[in-house]
């Protein structure tokens, strides 16, 4: 983007806030259902400040300008920001962030602006509890932006249409009467739905509305005997329409939850995710509405895949498996042929495979391509302005770090592989080996059923810090069926917080993602889908029930770039159990190059 359009339109937004006599504006990374990928017409922060990565916050004043984003993106935001005149400023342990900022830099009697459709409850609920204390004024009922930003893309318009049914284990009515008893149990008399994700599982439909993710936007309000969902009615045919009306759905404009929700009164206990759901979602309710503040019941329903559920999940793993095998034959001969490649090859190549697979939707993220140093940066993305060619000189060698994935009717799949290219070193095998240590530990872990997931982010982790190493990332997150990659309850990353509803429970999916990151030199990173499952042949019995991992992804993992020496013969054993069944599961699949592929990669070690 135009360093110069990013000053122009910084200094229209001053322009605006003096105009309003506003002190401060802070843009965060959301729309009004809080989700991690937004629709054009909501992406403020990146429109104002050019940096593309899915997290970050800005924040305006008259004479300063500052993003806040997490380690994941210092390099990536470093460069997309230098010259703008919006500095970085590094959300870290012991550093402040925005709010902090604010509550230090402004005086008495100034006034923040952030629009009440892009702020959830809870993050309100923060920033009143900072200003208050500095008589400091919130401001949630302007959209300052729409003064200067006249060419502001258009909501999305894209049909509904019904998840494939042979891959629906319940129905939508069934699923209403598990929230309904989850709000029972709760006591509440009205349902407040606003995430994406939880509508679409709910409805058993699903849209295009966000890039990657096959959601729609919408709200729900659920009551003990009525449901209506809140969407563009343009986007629901007559037969979807009859569907809802036969599971109990009624319909209604997309606006019309705000004065839906207006009608309740001092009897009704409203539940809410305060997370994710808008502060200007609830701009028309009276006064004495009682909410009761937790997470949706159909969170936790949906994180626990059905055994069917989870047999498509497989079928998905093995199709995903064979566009891989073809995928990676295919690159290393180009590679051999003397054939120049680019990372975004690399994301060409994978889409074309991938979408030659039954029941193909999507990519369910933007691939991350990155060679040498770029693999260093966790959300890097190759674009056609800024990539490398994937060039090492004579007798050197280098790493190519690939996170990919796809959303399928049957399943949704993510997966990370580490590739050399050239002649590499004993220092890339030394820490591949080191990550796989780390990868192979969570892999085989027991652990007790309902244990919150925070606290297994350690075993992966014990290896690479008995080395002295770690990464900034999770280790860890839930994925969806046919839904969001990025999916909740469950996240294993021991910085998250710890409610009960974290909790690992039998049929969650989980990604096992160790990492290693020299930056300036290269990234590692080994991502495998797990499904929990219960012991199947528990040793013991008195001390409660234990849940182990059924590694789904079926992919080579390059033994060219192991240090056998460093791995235990019980790490061994995994290893080359893992590839016998690799092997087992995609033989039938592929042919010809691809199968010559698999039976070399996937050979003990």
Not at 4 to 12: N, Y
Not at 65 to 79: K, Q
Not at 524 to 542: D, G, H, Y
Not at 562 to 573: H, V
């Amino acid at each position: 983007m135009n360093k110069q359009s990013i000053h122009d339109r910084i200094d229209s937004l001053r322009q605006a806030l003096v105009a309003q006599d506003l002190t401060a504006i802070i843009v965060p990374s959301a729309d009004p259902h809080l989700s991690e990928y937004l629709p054009e017409y909501w992406q403020a922060r990146l429109w104002l400040s050019g940096f593309t990565g899915s997290v970050g916050t800005l924040v305006v004043t008259a004479d300063f300008a500052g993003l806040w984003t997490d380690s994941r993106y210092w390099v990536h935001a470093a460069d997309q920001l230098e010259g703008t005149g919006i500095s970085l400023e590094k959300l870290a342990p012991g550093q402040p962030n925005h709010i902090d900022w604010l509550a230090e830099h402004l005086a008495e009697g100034d006034s923040v602006a952030v629009d009440g459709n892009v702020l959830s409850i809870s993050e309100q609920d923060k920033l009143l509890n900072a200003f208050d204390a500095n008589d400091i004024t919130l401001i949630t009922e302007r959209d300052v932006l729409t003064v200067i930003w006249s060419d502001r893309p258009a909501l999305p318009t894209a049909s509904l249409y019904q998840h494939d049914a042979q891959f629906v284990a319940q129905s939508a009515t069934s699923k209403l009467a598990a929230v309904r008893a989850g709000m029972a149990e709760a006591g509440a008399t009205h349902h407040l739905l606003s995430s994406l994700d939880d509508i679409a599982w709910l409805t058993n439909l699903r849209g295009a509305d966000v890039d990657y993710n096959p959601v729609f936007l919408a709200h729900m309000l659920i009551s003990e005997h009525d449901a209506t969902l809140s969407i563009d009615n343009n986007k629901v045919s007559s037969e979807i329409a009859q569907s809802l009306k036969d599971s109990g759905i009624a319909l209604a404009d997309y606006d019309a939850v705000q004065d839906a929700l207006g009608t309740l009164t001092a009897d009704d206990l409203l539940l809410l995710d305060p997370s994710k759901v808008a502060v200007g979602t609830l701009s028309k309710m009276g006064d004495g509405i009682g909410f009761i503040e937790q997470m949706a019941p159909s969170t936790l329903l949906k994180s626990v895949k059905s055994d069917a559920d989870i047999d498509h999940v497989r079928e998905a793993m093995r199709q995903d498996g064979a566009a891989l095998s073809e995928f990676f034959a295919a690159f290393e001969q180009r590679l051999a042929d003397g054939e120049r490649l680019s990372e975004l090859d690399v994301d060409s190549m994978l889409i074309e495979v991938r979408s030659q697979q039954p029941h193909y939707v999507s990519p369910s993220f933007p691939t991350i391509a990155g060679f040498n140093e770029n693999g260093a940066l966790p959300h890097y993305r190759a674009t056609p302005e800024k990539f490398s060619y994937l060039d090492v000189n004579e007798g050197e060698g280098g790493l190519l770090l690939i996170d990919s994935g796809a959303q399928y009717q049957n399943g949704t799949t993510d997966i990370t592989r580490v590739v050399g290219i050239g002649q590499v070193s004993s220092e890339h095998k030394r820490d591949f080996t080191t990550v796989l240590k780390a990868h192979i530990a969570l892999a085989k872990a027991h652990f007790p059923d309902g244990i919150a997931s925070p606290l297994i982010d350690a075993i992966c982790r014990a290896p690479l810090w008995q080395a002295q190493m770690d990464y900034g990332h999770g280790t860890g997150h839930g994925v969806g069926y046919f839904l969001n990659v990025h999916e909740g309850p469950q996240v294993i990353a021991y910085s998250a917080s710890m409610p009960k509803e974290r909790a690992m429970k039998e049929g969650m999916i989980s990604s096992n993602e160790p990492g290693l990151y020299r930056e300036g030199k290269y990234g590692i990173r080994i991502e495998n889908l797990m499904v929990n499952k219960r012991v199947a042949q528990p040793v013991e019995t008195e001390f409660g029930d234990f849940l182990n991992f059924e590694t789904v992804t079926y992919c080579p993992i390059d033994t060219r770039l192991i240090e056998s020496s460093l791995l235990t013969q019980i790490e061994i054993d995994w290893l080359n159990n893992y590839h016998n069944q690799v092997y087992a599961e995609l033989k039938d699949r592929v042919e010809g190059a691809a199968l010559d592929w698999l039976t070399e990669r996937t050979k003990a070690i």
